[in-house]
């Protein structure tokens, strides 16, 4: 299938085991880190914006839908590119998290609103309105190329693109993973040495 399912894109999956079953594939890199909310795992609608403007990001504001990640690439030093006000416009639309290579600001309100934020930088520095940059096109970010439809993956470890043809293959090994190291954390708490349940030793 072409695109992540809405369901299944719904579902916290960590991070790490989707680089786990994946190969290493995709992560943003250790830069992007978890600013504000908790987990996210949505639709990536991109936006390329010009350096330190935000209008492209405005312009994205119309087209995002429910479970949509914004990922925003802004080239330049790191600039305010979206605070509370983008951020609470972008909750009530019900899109379900923000990625950027850029800044953030208002990081105080943006935690009291708990709208997943992730982004390389805390800067109060604003930002131009003037470039109409991209709202659709691929971007890159951390030498991963990110295209609207992708799935991203996000939570305190870092953020995860999955290619959307390659989605549910990933989310079912996911699962199965999950699963397989929930069994072994009850068998742990047990007593049961952990190279019992690996194999590895």
Same mark, same amino acid.
């Given at each position: 299938?072409?695109?992540?399912?809405?369901?299944?894109?719904?579902?916290?999956?960590?991070?790490?085991?989707?680089?786990?079953?994946?190969?290493?594939?995709?992560?943003?890199?250790?830069?992007?880190?978890? /600013? #504000?909310?908790? =987990? @996210?795992?949505?639709?990536?609608?991109? +936006?390329?914006?010009? *350096? %330190?403007?935000?209008?492209? $990001?405005? /312009? #994205?504001?119309? =087209? @995002?839908?429910?479970?949509?990640?914004? +990922?925003?690439?802004? *080239? %330049?030093?790191?600039?305010? $590119?979206?605070?509370?006000?983008?951020?609470?416009?972008?909750?009530?639309?019900?899109?379900?998290?923000?990625?950027?290579?850029?800044?953030?600001?208002?990081?105080?309100?943006?935690?009291?609103?708990?709208?997943?934020?992730?982004?390389?930088?805390?800067?109060?520095?604003?930002?131009?309105?003037?470039?109409?940059?991209?709202?659709?096109?691929?971007?890159?970010?951390?030498?991963?190329?990110?295209?609207?439809?992708?799935?991203?993956?996000?939570?305190?470890?870092?953020?995860?693109?999955?290619?959307?043809?390659?989605?549910?293959?990933?989310?079912?090994?996911?699962?199965?993973?999950?699963?397989?190291?929930?069994?072994?954390?009850?068998?742990?708490?047990?007593?049961?040495?952990?190279?019992?349940?690996?194999?590895?030793?």
């Amino acid at each position: 299938m072409t695109e992540p399912t809405a369901t299944r894109l719904g579902t916290a999956v960590p991070t790490s085991t989707v680089l786990d079953v994946s190969g290493n594939d995709g992560y943003l890199g250790p830069t992007i880190v978890r /600013r #504000a909310g908790s =987990r @996210a795992v949505g639709r990536a609608l991109t +936006v390329r914006t010009g *350096p %330190g403007d935000n209008l492209a $990001l405005h /312009r #994205a504001l119309a =087209r @995002a839908q429910p479970g949509d990640v914004l +990922v925003v690439s802004c *080239p %330049g030093p790191p600039v305010g $590119l979206a605070g509370e006000v983008i951020c609470t416009a972008l909750h009530q639309l019900g899109a379900v998290g923000l990625v950027t290579n850029s800044g953030i600001r208002d990081e105080d309100e943006l935690l009291a609103l708990g709208f997943p934020v992730w982004s390389a930088a805390v800067t109060p520095l604003g930002t131009t309105k003037s470039d109409g940059g991209v709202v659709g096109g691929a971007v890159e970010i951390g030498g991963v190329h990110v295209a609207t439809g992708d799935a991203i993956v996000a939570d305190g470890d870092g953020v995860v693109r999955v290619r959307a043809g390659s989605w549910n293959h990933i989310y079912e090994a996911s699962g199965r993973k999950v699963e397989r190291e929930t069994t072994w954390l009850a068998s742990l708490r047990q007593g049961t040495p952990l190279a019992e349940l690996t194999g590895l030793v």
